[in-house]
């Protein structure tokens, strides 16, 4: 089955700076990579998804890349604010299979 | 509308003892999961329902664990005879039609604590 690796566990940074998130897959047919945010003590919503036809999408101050030849996939979020702090999975699926998500990565961005 | 919903928020209970966890997935959607959240572990999948088909179970640790969808709708996860490492959040999620690539939208969770 699908195995996704996500790194790193946590991540600190200051106010404005970016962060970058990486995961990687196993599973080649995997096709679509979405990314969930969970802020402390909520449940996770899904803020970016990509699929295989695609190598970068943007929405705002945050973005996905993937590589398929190499089986990952990051999430970027630039201007990094407080707000931004969570814990962010990422997760990977094909046609027929449910999603697989990676540990978790807490995010914490101090003023 | 309404979102996802899950009973009870916390549960306490002994070493040994069955629990029963429930989830109401927003109404129409056909496609319910359940997922365990243990500090660390991420998201692990346990059980997935797509509507009359059988259930995916693929992900269920032990035969302790057992689920029911009824109806297509509410859905209840048991797990008998429990052991301290079934602590742990309890996260449904539904989805419009059950495909892989439909937003999944998740529950509030069920914090489980077994003493």
């Known amino acids: 089955g699908e195995n996704v690796e996500q790194h790193p566990s946590t991540l600190s940074v200051q106010e404005g700076d970016s962060a970058v998130i990486k995961c990687t897959y196993s599973?080649?047919?995997?096709?679509?990579f979405p990314w969930y945010k969970q802020e402390l003590g909520k449940r996770p919503q899904l803020i970016i998804d990509i699929r295989s036809n695609v190598g970068e999408k943007k929405d705002q101050r945050i973005a996905v890349t993937l590589n398929k030849t190499a089986k990952h996939f990051s999430l970027h979020i630039t201007e990094t604010q407080p707000e931004d702090s969570a814990v962010y999975f990422c997760a990977a699926s094909h046609g027929y299979s449910t999603l697989t998500f990676g540990k978790g990565t807490m995010l914490l961005v101090s003023p | 509308g309404a979102g996802v919903s899950q009973s009870p928020s916390n549960k306490v209970t002994e070493k040994g003892k069955d629990v029963e966890l429930r989830c109401d997935p927003i109404?129409?959607?056909?496609?319910l999961y359940w997922y365990r959240q243990s500090l660390g572990q991420g998201l692990e999948f346990l059980i997935y329902?797509?509507?009359?088909?059988?259930?995916?179970k693929s992900g269920l640790p032990s035969d302790r664990f057992s689920a029911e969808r009824t109806g297509g709708s509410v859905s209840t996860l048991t797990i008998q005879r429990t052991q301290q490492e079934d602590s742990a959040v309890y996260l449904c999620?539904?989805?419009?039609?059950?495909?892989?690539?439909?937003?999944?939208?998740f529950g509030p969770g069920t914090r489980l604590t077994v003493l």
């Open positions: 329902f797509q509507g009359n088909s059988a259930p995916d």
């Open positions: 999620a539904s989805s419009p039609t059950g495909d892989p690539t439909d937003t999944q939208y």
């Open positions: 599973d080649s047919a995997s096709n679509y």
């Open positions: 109404s129409g959607h056909t496609a």
